[in-house]
């Protein structure tokens, strides 16, 4: 099967600044495809260029094999769209909103039931202007969704959202994908990257740094994983210590932290039990794919909603 | 969600139906927005029924042609309107829709942009005629003003003289960085048009400089072609030929600097 969306060799600069340097990814028919990565890596403008609002200085985009300038009518048809920055006239109510982009298109979705499953229904008579965020990102959603789209973009779809919106939104959003709706997303949001995205592409400065799904990226990440435990009787670390799946302990108050690879569990709980040490409140933290980009990228990402 | 998945099987949208409901939309905007109907209809038709109420304004005006002074306010009011639906309305919705990205997402539609100025024209246009068919009706069974006596040279003077407005109106649009200095050019522009539409001075006593502006501007070409059709004549060619000039140039101006974002 062709992918839904691809991108080969793709290059644009504003001015005197490369804001996507060199971007190839394929997006296959189905699949939530999530971009992650820092703000001014290129993601925007990477989906940008898919949806055809702006032009590549080089490179190659085909989406549902349409070139998004020279097909865009077939495209925007297909296409389902959510801006980062989509806006409506202040005056207009969500109802008419819905109703009237739901006239754009030839096949569209019935948009009373989107108005439901997005919690809008009793906001349809209310003007734009007077939406909170939330709500107004809502909207955006639907109206991204209205025209039945077997494509959809969207671009941080969960920012200023409160955490439940957060989630009654990514049920929706699998929702959708359970109806066949290949789905990309941008974000830089690590649990909505991990609970939503089958793959991810991650970009920082320009390019891709790298494609898996969210669980290879955490293992290639090749991170520690972090052990805390209060040990029931006094201990020495250099029980700890001398293990080689252990790469260091240190003490917190009477925790005892041990860091080491993924084999390390195994290791420190065989030497307590051996010596008769139970583990109290024991702990382990896993990688996080937060911590895979850190690792990955050397930045960090905008301060999440924790 | 169940709903999204019980959602009633998909409905072929009519032809044509997206651009019918656009208008109806951006119609059903413009009346909310009050711009239009308050200071493009209501004030200029308060100000019809005050002049109308003054008996020294039923005098006729010196080289009017027989017409009073409340006679020529009713084709000036008439401009009135169509110079505040094309620099203020007009512009001021349009720039705003620039401003904060409406027309950048009608982009990603198969609608495109495009059709939502067309709407906003059409919206306007709508205004402007509910307003000259109601001043020239108040003017009429109110204060026995007869209708203009060449008609059809009137209706032909009101249309050019709406194409020119409108394409003025989309000029600032299309000049202006953004809301805030569009809504600035257009009441810039809107008093000085006013003036040689006669607002204050009917253009026949204007010392013969002014006069001689006056009648190359978008409005006093506008009011020349009025009297003409008052008077039983069709509108002389210089007039019309002024306003079907700013119509063409100012639209094709605008079309070509025009920016979506």
Redesign the interface.
């Known amino acids: 099967m062709p992918p839904v969306i691809e991108v080969r060799k793709l290059h644009k600069r504003y001015e005197d600044k490369v804001a996507v340097d060199d971007v190839s990814l394929t997006v296959q028919e189905g699949e939530i495809f999530g971009i992650l990565g820092p703000n001014g890596a290129g993601k925007t403008t990477t989906v940008e260029c898919i949806e055809g609002l702006r032009t590549p200085d080089r490179g190659e985009i085909r989406v549902l094999g349409l070139d998004p300038l020279k097909d865009r009518a077939e495209l925007t048809r297909r296409l389902g769209v959510q801006l980062q920055a989509g806006h409506l006239p202040e005056r207009l109510q969500v109802a008419e909103a819905l109703e009237l982009y739901s006239s754009f298109y030839p096949q569209p979705a019935d948009w009373r039931a989107l108005l439901d499953g997005l919690g809008l229904a009793d906001k349809a008579k209310t003007r734009y202007a007077k939406l909170s965020g939330g709500q107004k990102q809502r909207l955006s959603i639907a109206l991204a969704l209205v025209g039945n789209p077997r494509v959809a973009i969207l671009d941080e779809l969960t920012t200023g959202l409160d955490p439940q919106a957060r989630r009654d939104t990514w049920d929706l959003i699998e929702g959708v994908r359970s109806r066949g709706v290949t789905i990309v997303l941008v974000t830089h949001f690590m649990e909505e990257a991990e609970r939503l995205c089958d793959r991810l592409a991650l970009i920082d400065a320009g390019r891709v740094v790298m494609v898996d799904t969210p669980t290879g990226l955490t293992e290639r990440a090749h991170i520690e994983q972090r052990i805390q435990f209060r040990p029931s009787r006094q201990m020495d670390d250099r029980l700890l210590t001398s293990l080689p799946d252990v790469s260091s302990v240190t003490r917190q108050g009477e925790l005892v932290i041990v860091n080491g690879n993924s084999d390390a569990l195994n290791a420190v709980t065989t030497v307590l039990a051996r010596n008769q040490i139970v583990a109290e409140r024991l702990r382990v933290e896993q990688a996080s794919l937060e911590d895979a980009f850190v690792q990955l990228t050397g930045k960090r990402l905008e301060p999440g909603p924790r | ?8 099987p ?4 009519e032809r044509g ?2 651009t019918w ?2 208008i109806k ?1 951006e119609s ?2 413009c009346v ?2 009050k711009v239009g109907p308050l200071w493009g209809i209501g004030f200029p038709l308060v100000l019809l029924i005050i002049l109308g109420s003054v008996p020294d304004l039923r005098e006729p005006v010196e080289a009017g042609g027989g017409l009073t002074y409340f006679d020529l306010y009713v084709p000036v009011l008439i401009l009135f309107n169509l110079a505040i639906l094309a620099t203020a309305s007009l512009p001021t919705t349009l720039a ?2 620039r401003e ?3 027309l ?2 009608m ?6 942009p495009a059709r939502v100025l067309a709407a906003q024209l059409v919206a306007n246009f709508a205004i402007a005629v509910v307003a000259m068919v109601l001043f020239l009706a108040v003017a009429r069974f109110g204060f026995g003003v007869d209708l203009p006596e060449h008609l059809l040279g009137f209706a032909l003077a009101w249309l050019l003289a709406a194409a020119a407005l409108l394409a003025i109106g989309l000029l600032i649009t299309a000049l202006a960085p953004g809301r805030g200095p569009a809504t600035a050019i257009g009441t810039v522009l809107f008093f000085p048009m006013m003036f040689f539409a006669g607002l204050w001075v009917p253009i026949s006593q204007m010392p013969p400089l002014l006069a001689n502006i006056a009648h190359y501007t978008p409005l006093g070409a506008g009011m020349g072609a009025f009297q003409d059709a008052y008077l039983g004549h069709f509108p002389s060619a210089v007039p019309l030929l002024t306003l079907a000039g700013y119509a063409v140039v100012c639209a094709f101006v605008a079309v070509r600097w025009f920016r979506w974002e």
């Open positions: 969600m169940s709903a999204l998945r019980t959602a009633a998909p409905v072929t949208a139906s997206a409901r656009l939309t059903t905007l909310r927005d705003g829709y904060n990205g409406v950048r997402r982009r990603t539609t198969p609608v495109g």
